[in-house]
C-alpha cells in the first residue's frame, strides 16, 4: 500500500487542495474524496511526486460526505469518464463508495449540473450514467483495489466517513 497526499487545504483555502488523497492497493488505487480542481490537484500532486495517476487511471473514488471541499471535483470527473466511454464504451465507469446517507442526496446534488442541456430530454441522465455506486457499511469491511477498507461514521455535522485501510502488513487511517 502507499499514499499519496493530493490536498491539505480546507474549505477556504487559498493556497492548498481540498483535502483528498490516493490510496495505491495491489489491484489499483483508490481517490479519497474528490474536491473542487480535482484533475489540477492529481496533476501537480502526481508531477511532484512522480507518481502516474489522472482521472482516467483511478477508477474507485471514496466520497466521505458532501461538503463541497470534498465532493465539488465529482462533476468534472464524472463527465470526463463519461465522455471518454462514448468514444470508448470498454472504459470502465468509475466506483464510487460512499455511505448511504451520502448516496441518499448526492444525485440531488449533482443531477442539475450533470442533468443538462446534452441530455436527451425524453431520457433525463442518472448517477448510474456516471458512476457505480457501492455503499460502504460500517458493519461490514469492504474490499477496494485488493485493500481491507473498514469505515465508521464520525463527528460531523453531516453523515460522514472516516476510513481504515488495511494491506495485512500496514494499516491507513483518514
Known amino acids: 500500500m502507499n499514499v499519496l497526499i493530493v490536498g491539505i487545504g480546507d474549505a477556504f483555502t487559498a493556497r492548498y487542495f481540498g483535502s483528498s488523497a490516493i490510496v495505491k492497493g495491489p489491484e489499483g488505487m483508490v481517490l479519497i474524496d474528490c474536491p473542487d480542481l480535482i484533475h489540477r490537484a492529481l496533476r501537480v500532486a502526481t508531477s511532484l511526486s512522480g507518481v502516474e495517476a489522472d482521472a482516467f487511471s483511478i477508477n474507485d473514488i471514496i466520497l466521505t460526505h458532501l461538503h463541497g471541499d470534498h465532493c465539488n471535483g465529482l462533476e468534472s470527473y464524472g463527465f470526463a469518464r463519461y465522455f471518454t466511454r462514448l468514444d470508448d464504451p470498454e472504459h470502465p465507469k468509475p466506483r464510487l463508495h460512499c455511505a448511504q446517507g451520502v448516496a441518499d442526496r ?12 446534452h441530455a436527451n430530454p425524453d431520457e433525463p441522465r442518472t448517477l448510474d450514467d456516471f458512476f457505480d455506486l457501492h455503499i460502504l457499511d460500517p458493519e461490514t469491511p469492504s474490499q477496494i483495489v485488493g485493500l481491507k477498507v473498514k469505515c465508521r461514521l464520525t463527528q460531523h455535522p453531516i453523515p460522514t466517513l472516516g476510513l481504515r485501510f488495511d494491506d495485512g502488513k500496514y494499516s491507513f487511517a483518514w
Open 106 to 117: 448526492l444525485w440531488e446534488r449533482l443531477g442539475p449540473a450533470m442533468d443538462g442541456a
